[in-house]
């Protein structure tokens, strides 16, 4: 098992940054991958970001450039750096793990799953 605990999300103006992070805990050492999707009210869930144990990284077309992922493996700590955001980022943020090498993109390739920590940005 492997429990996912998201903070740092909150209201921020367009153009502004936030820092999201993830906390990991259990048998973390058998993740393949670790993702980043988000949720807007009303729509399906999509992928923003993926981070594989070889440290490799992925991203949605709609925030490479302004969002960086990168992990803390001695901390057990995925981060989620959103710079430049706009009011299309608004959405409930989730962390999430997957022990197979399935399509990194698709939320179905994903075991566990964090809470979501709420992002809003204002025009």
């Known amino acids: 098992q492997v429990q996912l605990v998201e903070s740092g999300g909150g209201l921020v103006q367009a153009g502004g940054s936030l820092r999201l992070s993830c906390a990991a805990s259990?048998?973390?050492?058998?993740?393949?991958?670790m993702g980043w999707f988000r949720q807007a009210p009303g729509k399906g869930r999509e992928f923003v970001a993926a981070?594989?144990?070889?440290?490799?990284?992925y991203y949605a077309s709609s925030v490479k450039g302004r969002f960086t992922s990168s992990k803390d493996n001695a901390n057990n700590r995925l981060s989620l750096q959103m710079d430049r955001l706009n009011p299309e980022d608004t959405a409930v943020y989730y962390c999430?793990?997957?022990?197979?090498?399935?399509?990194?993109?698709?939320?179905?390739?994903?075991?566990?799953w964090g809470q979501g920590t709420q992002v809003t940005v204002s025009s």
């Open positions: 259990g048998r973390t050492f058998n993740m393949y991958t």
């Open positions: 999430a793990a997957s022990d197979n090498r399935d399509l990194v993109s698709s939320e179905l390739s994903y075991r566990y």
């Open positions: 981070i594989m144990k070889s440290g490799s990284t």
